[in-house]
């Protein structure tokens, strides 16, 4: 009876180390990433492609929503850069930096539309998300 107890203790506490490294590991990924320049940014996330999942995303999104509504448009910018570069290595379909770009634009910060858009049309994007980058530049000038 007390092995299994023990047994049973023993895989919580397994649980509970193994669900703090899991959001550790994020936080060191990221501080590694930012140390580092952009180019570099995806060797960084293949060498810990284990915890971009799902959870990773929604975090990812929702730093990107907190630093617009803060009007922290840069670290929103640098966000939606890890979410699609995330997204690449990890084979899933978001578009991080098209979302922001829109938003920009429906908010009428021309600046910051212009910015994202050139950054997606500057790092080999796929036909997909260049036609839909240059169709947010169009909406763009035409406000303009």
């Not at 021309?110 to 050139?118: N, P």
Request: with cysteine.
């Amino acid at each position: 009876m007390k092995f299994r107890c023990w047994c049973v203790c023993a895989i919580i506490f397994a649980n509970f180390v193994t669900a703090g490294f899991a959001n550790t590991s994020t936080v060191d990924m990221l501080r590694e990433m930012f140390t580092q320049p952009e180019s570099d940014w995806k060797r960084v996330m293949n060498d810990n492609r284990h915890i971009l999942d799902e959870s990773f995303f929604g975090k990812v999104h929702q730093r990107i929503q907190w630093a617009v509504e803060n009007e922290k448009l840069n670290d929103a910018m640098r966000f939606a850069v890890v979410g699609d570069y995330a997204s690449e290595i990890a084979e899933h379909p978001h578009q991080f930096r098209l979302e922001l770009a829109q938003r920009f634009l429906e908010s009428r910060n021309a600046v910051m539309t212009e910015q994202v858009v050139d950054h997606i049309l500057l790092h080999n994007p796929t036909p997909v998300e260049k036609m839909k980058a240059e169709a947010v530049k169009a909406r763009l000038l035409e406000m303009q």
